[in-house]
């Protein structure tokens, strides 16, 4: 089966060692992480909508 990384220098910068996204096999797993503020490191909001604003 062949792989295939994603990644965009438009998303956030990953806080582990994984890939944005992998393709493998005609399905695309995605990959994720908390919503933190990019200057402060903080957790935004414990509210999920707000983390997807």
Do not use: W
């Given at each position: 089966?062949?792989?295939?990384?994603?990644?965009?220098?438009?998303?956030?910068?990953?806080?582990?060692?994984?890939?944005?996204?992998?393709?493998?096999?005609?399905?695309?797993?995605?990959?994720?992480?908390?919503?933190?503020d990019p200057?402060?490191?903080?957790?935004?909001?414990?509210?999920?909508?707000s983390?997807?604003?």
């Amino acid at each position: 089966m062949q792989l295939q990384t994603i990644s965009t220098p438009d998303a956030p910068k990953a806080i582990g060692p994984y890939s944005q996204a992998v393709s493998a096999g005609g399905f695309v797993f995605v990959s994720g992480q908390l919503g933190l503020d990019p200057e402060t490191g903080n957790l935004v909001s414990e509210d999920v909508r707000s983390q997807a604003e």
